[in-house]
């Protein structure tokens, strides 16, 4: 068999890079891998041993310090090889390079081929209890090739409200010379994100004007009048007010008593008893993005956040 396949040009180097997304084999020389934003295959240059270290890290998010240990160093010499990094410090100093050449590169990308920007944004507590604000940019180029790229993402440190919000996303404007390209600013209904715009708008009606005039350069921004509320998240809000008014259970109580029903019927067609387990109800699925359990149905908490765009499929038994 493996003889067969090598004559129609398959190995298991070309095998692995296919099913990793590239379209040569990892052996060496440049590839093409698909880009994570566009999903569209683009050329690539080959890694680096210390390159392709940093890449790993940074895409899996663990910490500096495993570099460092004896179990991660021995993998490697167990393959007849050695890490390209011993020392977490050095490790995190080079990432810390490869992120501010990667900065000026965007910067220029922005000034070259940037006409006008919109910003998506959201601020959330992580699982360590750090609040952190993210923006990311969309733009299109000359040729119109849409583009994204994370502009921020940084930790609030004081108070969360708008003020402060519109005082970093000013700083952020400022150091991509985006003053006068910002078009629009899409986030969910936390009123702090009305509040930022308010005051972003002010400071930027310093600078410049927001109708024609010939004493100073025109924005494109207009404070309120340019923000855009999530759609995800106002159909999750809906979703949420429906299931209240049903007085729906959650999304546990849903997933135990439908588990329970399948297993009983050994199918999904059937009614729900006339009993207080109707309240109980409420399925959701998500085609898409999702979390699927064993028997491959999606339960979500719906009291999650969402801050892309998802199709919602919502199936009520009453």
Known sequence: MSDHLKTHGITKQTHFARIHGYSTPTSGGNYTELDAWSGKPMPRARLTARESTRRWFVKSRQPFSLVESSDFQEMFIAHGNQCAYKCSETLRNHIYDDFILRRDKLKYDLEV?????????DMWT???RKPIFAIIGHWFT???????EVLEFIRV??????ERLAEIT???LQNLKLKDKLFAITGDNASNNGTLCY????????????????????MRFHGKLSFIRC??????????DVLNDLKAGTATEAKALLD????????????IPMDNSRRAIAKVRFYGARQENKTGESYVALGSRYTTSIHVGIRLSI
């Open 113 to 121: 081929n940037c006409v006008s920007i919109s910003f998506t944004l």
């Open 126 to 128: 992580s699982p360590n």
């Open 142 to 148: 000359p040729d119109f090739e849409e583009k994204e």
């Open 157 to 162: 440190e004081g108070e969360h409200s708008g």
């Open 170 to 172: 000013m700083q952020l």
């Open 199 to 218: 005051h972003l708008f002010q400071q930027l009606k310093e600078e410049y004007d927001d109708q024609p005039s010939l004493v100073r350069p025109q």
């Open 231 to 240: 759609l995800a998240h106002v159909i999750n809000l809906v979703c949420k």
């Open 260 to 271: 329970r029903l399948d297993k009983q019927h050994k199918h999904n067609r059937y009614r």
